[in-house]
């Protein structure tokens, strides 16, 4: 099963949605328990890091999760639960989780493209260019195929961990991390096929991940 992480923060449902279009166990929890006996976790959101950050700490599901994250439960960020996997952000200049490197910046509002200014927030459909196609959330997924953005925040992870970029109006770290702790600034849940294949990935490394652990135990 995969833990979906509420913590008033946006977009659970839509994650349980497309979950259950592709017959994948998931639940919507912030039980501890939950979370900790979950094949892995998808930490969602929609909203303001600050807001996040203060309900994360008084629920102690901040040092929860840098727990879980610590001992291999993978993890999948998405959009705002992307962005406070980092250090800092810009936005309400929040301290955050610090479980990956980096931090996470306000576009420039002179940002533009071609000599055109471009709005903010980045809104809409979006080719991701993906630089490590080895990577098991990128299974099935072509280089160059359009995702769904809705932000005006973006992350800027140690460019090491960079697993694939987009452009708006400059380049930016669209999906980081490392083996089984990755983090997308897009919504998989509302990017079509490519999205649910994305999705889908991560449930089977999930699940892989899973029996693995439990054959060393058995053995």
Same mark, same amino acid.
């Given at each position: 099963?995969?833990?979906?992480?509420?913590?008033?923060?946006?977009?659970?449902?839509?994650?349980?949605?497309?979950?259950?279009?592709?017959?994948?166990?998931?639940?919507?929890?912030?039980?501890?328990?939950?979370? #900790?006996?979950?094949?892995?976790?998808?930490?969602?959101?929609?909203?303001?890091?600050?807001?996040?950050?203060?309900?994360?700490? #008084?629920?102690?599901?901040? #040092?929860?999760?840098?727990?879980?994250?610590?001992?291999?439960?993978?993890?999948?960020?998405?959009?705002?639960?992307?962005?406070?996997?980092?250090?800092?952000? *810009?936005?309400?200049?929040? *301290?955050?989780?610090?479980?990956?490197?980096?931090?996470?910046?306000?576009?420039?509002?002179?940002?533009?493209?071609?000599?055109?200014?471009?709005?903010?927030?980045?809104?809409?459909?979006?080719?991701?260019?993906?630089?490590?196609?080895?990577?098991?959330?990128?299974?099935?997924?072509?280089?160059?195929?359009?995702?769904?953005?809705?932000?005006?925040?973006?992350?800027?992870?140690?460019?090491?961990?960079?697993?694939?970029?987009?452009?708006?109006?400059?380049?930016?770290?669209?999906?980081?991390?490392?083996?089984?702790?990755?983090?997308?600034?897009?919504?998989?849940?509302?990017?079509?096929?490519?999205?649910?294949?994305?999705?889908?990935?991560?449930?089977?490394?999930?699940?892989?991940?899973?029996?693995?652990?439990?054959?060393?135990?058995?053995?």
């Amino acid at each position: 099963m995969l833990a979906i992480l509420d913590y008033r923060a946006g977009n659970q449902t839509s994650v349980l949605r497309a979950l259950s279009s592709l017959s994948l166990p998931a639940r919507v929890t912030s039980s501890p328990a939950d979370l #900790a006996s979950a094949s892995g976790i998808i930490f969602p959101g929609v909203g303001a890091a600050g807001q996040a950050m203060g309900h994360l700490r #008084a629920t102690g599901l901040d #040092a929860l999760l840098r727990s879980l994250t610590a001992s291999g439960k993978p993890l999948l960020g998405v959009c705002l639960g992307c962005q406070i996997l980092l250090e800092r952000s *810009e936005e309400n200049d929040t *301290e955050t989780l610090g479980i990956l490197p980096g931090f996470c910046r306000r576009f420039d509002p002179a940002l533009t493209d071609g000599g055109e200014p471009l709005r903010i927030p980045h809104m809409g459909w979006n080719a991701l260019h993906v630089r490590q196609a080895d990577c098991p959330l990128f299974d099935g997924i072509e280089d160059g195929t359009p995702f769904y953005f809705v932000h005006s925040y973006y992350p800027e992870p140690d460019p090491a961990l960079t697993l694939a970029s987009c452009r708006y109006g400059s380049e930016f770290a669209a999906v980081f991390g490392r083996p089984g702790l990755w983090a997308a600034q897009f919504h998989p849940e509302k990017s079509g096929p490519a999205g649910l294949r994305l999705l889908r990935n991560f449930y089977d490394y999930c699940h892989a991940d899973c029996e693995a652990r439990h054959a060393r135990f058995t053995l």
